[in-house]
Structure formats: C-alpha cells, structure tokens
T-cell receptor
C-alpha cells in the first residue's frame, strides 16, 4: 500500500498544550501534505512540504520531514478547542496522493 | 468562488438501485478527484481526471462503478447496481495543480 500511516490513531490533550502527530510512509515521494477534517466535513489542506525540505512552518503548525526514515510529523502548538478534528497525511508522486487513516485529535477546553 | 459543490449531500437507496453522485469543481481547476471514505478503509482514491480526461481509474472497486466528466464544470460518479457495502461518504476534490486539493462537503450514501 502507498498509504501513509498516522500515529497515534487518537490523541486527547488539554487546551494550550502542544499536539504531535506522526506519519510514516513506504515509497519515495515528491512531497507530503497534511490535511484536517472536521466532523461531517471535507478535508482542508493545511501544509505541503517538499521532499528536499526538512521543516516548514505555518502559523501554529510545524511540519518536519525525514525522507531517510520515511516519516513526517505535524506539531500544533498552543492547541485550541477548535483544533479538534482528524488529521491526515497525504503522500504521493506526480498527480496522485494517498491518504493515511488519520489521527483523531480532541482538544479539551 | 463557492468551492467544490457536491449533490446530493445525503442519499439513501435500496440495494440494486442506481445511484448518481454529482460534483462541480472550482472554476479553473484542471484536476478532479473522486474519493470514498469509510471507517474500515479510510480515504480511498477512486479515480481522477485531468482536463476532463480520466487518467487513473485503478481505484474504482469494480465495474459497477463508473465516472464521467463531460465538461470542465461537471462530473458524475455512478454506481449501478448499488450494494450495501457501497455505503460510505464520497468526496469530490479539485485542484489547479496536482498538489493542494480542495474538497467538497461529501455525499453520505446509505444503501439498504
């Protein structure tokens, strides 16, 4: 399977804490993306990191990529209740992307 | 722009019936993707189009599934005949480049 696998499957934290999610994949990639899905909604693109990048920031999001380990992490700092959602990594080459099974994040107010 | 539009939002049908799901991508986007999401299998890519042409349909589960894109602003995913195991949320997504995809709200299909 070319799908990424997120870890952990579920994460529950207190508001204000940091949340870290990991993604492992099996094949070579051109880039890796992270998406968020709120309950009952479609996925929303968060950030893209290219295979030649090691770290990228966007607001409270920090993404790292280690191509030698075929893994990526998504860090959400100073979490808020509104960050409660499922988070997916998407890996691929060319035009196709494969999504993992997601990490369900719950931020408790 | 209104974003990717999907209809219907919910569909309940009986086994054996034909189901047609519709998608209007964001204007100017050259790529259109159909996904299926279930608890068991997660988010699966079914098929994608580039400039209205199907590029890869290897994710289509079987011949009961078919997808068309007659023009740049409309696509359909048809299931005929439908089966209970087809019950899932079906998402359409579009993109200008094969990177950031914009997802529609999905169609929740229940086949009884």
């Amino acid at each position: 399977s070319q799908q990424g696998e997120e870890d952990p499957q579920a994460l529950s934290i207190q508001e204000g804490e940091n949340a870290t999610m990991n993604c492992s994949y099996k094949t070579s990639i051109n880039n890796l993306q992270w998406y968020r899905q709120n309950s009952g909604r479609g996925l929303v693109h968060l950030i893209l990191i290219r295979s030649n990048e090691r770290e990228k920031h966007s607001g409270r999001l920090r993404v790292t990529l280690d191509t030698s380990k075929k893994s990526s992490s998504l860090l959400i700092t100073a979490s808020r209740a509104a960050d409660t959602a499922s988070y997916f990594c998407a890996t691929g080459t060319g035009n196709q992307f494969y999504f993992g099974t997601g990490t369900s994040l719950t931020v408790i107010p | 722009d209104a974003g990717v539009i999907q209809s219907p939002r919910h569909e309940v049908t009986e086994m054996g019936q034909e189901v047609t799901l519709r998608c209007k991508p964001i204007s100017g986007h050259d790529y259109l993707f159909w996904y299926r999401q279930t608890m068991m299998r997660g988010l699966e890519l079914l098929i994608y189009f580039n400039n209205n042409v199907p590029i890869d349909d290897s994710g289509m589960p079987e011949d009961r599934f078919s997808a068309k894109m007659p023009n740049a602003s409309f696509s359909t995913l048809k299931i005929q005949p439908s089966e209970p195991r087809d019950s899932a949320v079906y998402f359409c997504a579009s993109s200008q480049r094969p990177n950031e995809q914009f997802f529609g709200p999905g169609t929740r299909l229940t086949v009884l």
